[in-house]
């Protein structure tokens, strides 16, 4: 067993969480966490409590659909389809070479089209289930879907669009579902810019006035997160 007494600051949170994730399958103990807001004290526990448990990590491997007409045309596109642009095509094409090597056990994708084609095209040929979740769509924009970016006053958020707390709480519950379903396995995830971030906010334990430092997602740009 590892034996681990101590109260982790920031720094320390990172590397003890590095090392936890190296030493999986042993049994550890004794933790004892205190630190700012949004340092990862949430989702170090969490690392430890699942060691503890027996459980694995999942490894995800998430990525933002390839690029898009809306995308070129600088509309919200929200909850509309979308249709890959052959930029997005060759982007998606050339991911999924470049993922070719990694061993899915599943491809989770939102139902949105151009998120699905885009797991479709990462796919190719191989023999790797897959799962539209409603939970990984874009955020819904509600009245301004469609619309030019340039031709609203960004500060007035519609009231039918999804507000910034429901989208963050849809993020979690993204995670949540993962956690629940899918043990221990390496999963790619297709989702979209915004909601994209939000997930990589949960897992990280930030609270929602950071979720915005999270970088943003170039089209068929993908990260790598552990949970």
């Not at 190719?124 to 031709?151: A, H, K, N, V, Y």
Request: net charge neutral; hydrophobic share 40%.
């Amino acid at each position: 067993s590892v034996d681990l007494p101590f109260i982790g600051r920031k720094k320390e949170l990172y590397e003890i969480s590095g090392f936890l994730e190296r030493s999986a399958g042993e049994k550890v103990g004794c933790l004892a966490v205190e630190g700012e807001e949004g340092v990862g004290k949430t989702s170090f526990l969490e690392c430890g409590l699942k060691l503890a448990l027996g459980k694995q990590m999942i490894t995800l491997y998430l990525a933002r659909h390839g690029q898009t007409e809306e995308n070129n045309a600088h509309i919200f596109q929200g909850h509309l389809p979308g249709k890959l642009t052959q930029e997005g095509i060759a982007q998606a094409i050339k991911l999924g070479k470049e993922l070719q090597t990694v061993p899915f056990d599943r491809i989770v994708h939102s139902d949105l089209e151009r998120a699905r084609l885009s797991a479709e095209l990462i796919r190719g040929d191989r023999s790797i289930p897959t799962c539209p979740s409603i939970l990984l769509r874009e955020i819904d924009w509600g009245s301004w879907t469609g619309q030019s970016i340039s031709g609203v006053k960004l500060a007035a958020r519609p009231t039918d669009a999804e507000s910034e707390e429901m989208l963050y709480e849809r993020a979690k519950r993204f995670v949540a579902f993962l956690k629940e379903n899918f043990d221990g396995e390496t999963i790619l995830a297709v989702g979209h810019g915004m909601i994209n971030r939000r997930v990589i906010a949960a897992i990280q334990g930030l609270p929602l006035n950071e979720v915005r430092t999270v970088p943003r997602f170039e089209n068929c740009e993908y990260r790598i997160l552990n949970l």
